[in-house]
């Protein structure tokens, strides 16, 4: 699976949002982020 230009980037220097857009969410993106969750290591 491919990653958006600079996601990696994104994800390792954000730190905390303070405000967020009121814009709504595409579906896509939210079932891309669930799906990396599911792939992604766990402490258990």
């Not at 491919?2 to 079932?31: M, Q």
Request: aromatic letters at 6%; proline letters at 11%.
């Amino acid at each position: 699976m491919a990653a958006e230009p600079g996601i990696f980037e994104t994800i390792y220097t954000l730190r905390s949002l303070r405000r967020f857009k009121p814009d709504p969410v595409p579906r896509e993106a939210i079932h891309k982020v669930i799906e990396a969750a599911t792939k992604a290591p766990s402490a258990s």
